[in-house]
């Protein structure tokens, strides 16, 4: 059973997709936005969108009642992450993520400055990055294969007191096996189908698979942003989890 299968006396339908807004600018983005309810699904700005509307579209958003992931990578000295994410706290964001080779000390120094927070966010690590294959790690001087590597950072990562990490659905049973049901797996490179145009993803699956794999949440951007009817999809996707467990 998925460890964050929801109580169904109080949510009657798992929501495990967390929509990826990539785009420029926060008008267009709100245009999209007003398709989705927070009962569908949760939310993710990244570094282009940030970049471009800072703090302010991350606070509508959660004051619209959406959980909001905020996908900066962190990955600095240890006091800068932790200021960083003191400051994700105190804006209400639902999920933060850092490189897990930015270290231990950086990793610890993250999950203390917010641990005192009544509603803190899940501190979650990149370990892999799911553009990535075995070459590109020869080429960075990593001789692990990509799920050799995920594993060992995965357990620096809960060492360290972070609740979970970035990974690809193709390491989420492995995970899942060895760092137990409470750990986040959050998996990016989810399509609907394996055969569509993996763009820059190269590890994927599909929200079954990567959900009966151990997964808590799928990250889907396009499959979600471009499609017709991304309420629909959604609603299937939702349907799909809980009929599972």
């Known amino acids: 059973m998925n460890p964050l299968m929801i109580d169904s006396s109080i949510h009657p339908i798992f929501k495990p997709v967390i929509v990826a807004l990539d785009f420029a600018d926060e008008s267009e983005t709100l245009h ?12 993710k700005i990244g ?3 940030f970049t471009a509307t800072g703090r302010n579209l991350v606070e509508k958003l959660i004051n619209q009642g959406f959980k909001l992931f905020l996908d900066l990578k962190y990955h600095d000295i240890p006091n800068t992450v932790a200021q960083a994410c003191k400051v994700a706290a105190e804006m209400g964001v639902w999920l933060v993520d850092m490189h897990v080779s930015g270290g231990r000390r950086m990793m610890e ?16 690590g990149v370990t892999v990055l799911t553009s990535m294959e075995q070459a590109d790690l020869i080429e960075l001087g990593f001789s692990q294969t990509p799920e050799e590597l995920v594993i060992c950072w995965a357990k620096l990562a809960q060492d360290s007191g972070l609740d979970g990490v970035v990974c690809s659905a193709q390491e989420a049973a492995s995970l899942r096996a060895k760092m137990g049901q409470e750990f986040l797996l959050v998996t990016p490179g989810i399509r609907l189908n394996v055969a569509e145009n993996a ?15 151990g997964s808590s949440y799928l990250v889907m951007g396009r499959p979600i942003t471009q499609a017709k ?3 629909a999809v959604l609603r ?10």
């Open 236 to 245: 299937q996707i939702n349907h799909t989890a809980y009929d599972l467990f």
């Open 109 to 124: 120094a993250a999950a203390n400055a917010v641990a005192n927070y009544s509603q803190r966010p899940n501190l979650i």
């Open 47 to 49: 570094k282009e969108l």
């Open 32 to 43: 999209f936005v007003r398709q989705l309810s927070p009962d569908l699904c949760q939310l």
């Open 199 to 213: 763009d820059d993803q190269r590890r994927i699956m599909t929200p079954q698979q990567a959900l009966k794999a």
């Open 229 to 231: 009817d991304p309420a």
